[in-house]
């Protein structure tokens, strides 16, 4: 079994969401994605998804207590009892030193944090090539992993969406702020000897392999 909480770094196309789909899915832990979380209260239009909206579009990081308070409400569900992972959180070192809080606070131990690292002049052909089912959160790639019919996923026939942020300009936006504002938390976790890095460059299902035999052990 892996540690109870699993945190997936990595910058935006680096496969953070695939893999974590496939870990939550083999473990039966809840995937607990800050992006996903974000762009269903835009979708919604709540105040949460209102505050958001701009800085998601700009490309730039949702403010640190706005993303922490949701973590640590839906962390405090039961369905996170046996563990859980989150997936493009933390992103900055406030955010990472909350979760040390939080784990802490509820006594459990370390989290284990999985990096994948991946080529930069891969990430954009990624992004812009990614859809996203409507119904079942299925990722396909138009590039590297495409549907078997244009536009529908192959699992229930849902509508495949493609993402307001993934624009070139938005892109590199979000690449700027992962490399200013996120990439420190590689050295933060290698500190702490909890770091464990990825080769996101090889294909998904080698990832995945490599990714369980590993967890398995740990
Ligand atoms: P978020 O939704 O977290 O976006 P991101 O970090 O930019 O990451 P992505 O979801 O784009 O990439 P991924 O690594 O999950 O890649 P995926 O598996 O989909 O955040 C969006 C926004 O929300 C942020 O910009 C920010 O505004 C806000 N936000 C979220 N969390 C926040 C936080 N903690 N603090 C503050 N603000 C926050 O794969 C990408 C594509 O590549 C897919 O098409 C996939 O099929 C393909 N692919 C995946 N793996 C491979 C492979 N091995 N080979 C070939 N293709 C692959
Ligand atoms: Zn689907």
């Not at 640590?72 to 989150?86: T, V």
């Not at 859809?131 to 495949?160: A, M, Q, W």
């Amino acid at each position: 079994m892996p540690a109870n909480a699993l945190i997936f770094l990595g910058a935006p196309g680096a496969g953070k969401g695939t893999q974590a789909r496939e870990v939550a899915t083999h473990f039966g832990i809840p995937q607990i994605s800050t992006g996903d979380i974000l762009r269903d209260a835009v979708k919604k239009q709540t105040p949460l998804g209102m505050a958001a909206k701009a800085k998601m579009e700009a490309g730039a990081l949702v403010p640190d207590e706005v993303v922490c308070g949701i973590v640590e409400e839906r962390i405090g569900e039961p369905d996170c009892q046996k563990g859980f992972i989150l997936d493009g959180f933390p992103r900055t070192i406030a955010q990472a030193q909350f979760v040390d809080r939080v784990l802490q606070a509820k006594g459990r131990g370390r989290p284990q944090v999985l990096d994948i690292e991946v080529d930069e002049d891969l990430l954009l052909k990624r992004l812009t090539g990614r859809r996203t089912c409507s119904v079942c959160g299925e990722i396909y790639n138009v590039h590297f992993s495409p549907p078997k019919v244009e536009g529908i996923c192959d699992k229930d026939g849902g509508k495949l969406l493609y993402r307001a942020d993934d624009n070139e300009a938005t892109i590199r936006q979000r690449l700027e702020a992962y490399h200013r504002q996120t990439s420190p938390l590689i050295e933060y976790y290698r500190a702490q000897g909890v770091l464990h890095e990825v080769d996101g460059n090889k294909d998904p299902e080698t990832i995945a392999k490599g990714l369980l035999e590993f967890l398995s052990q740990a």
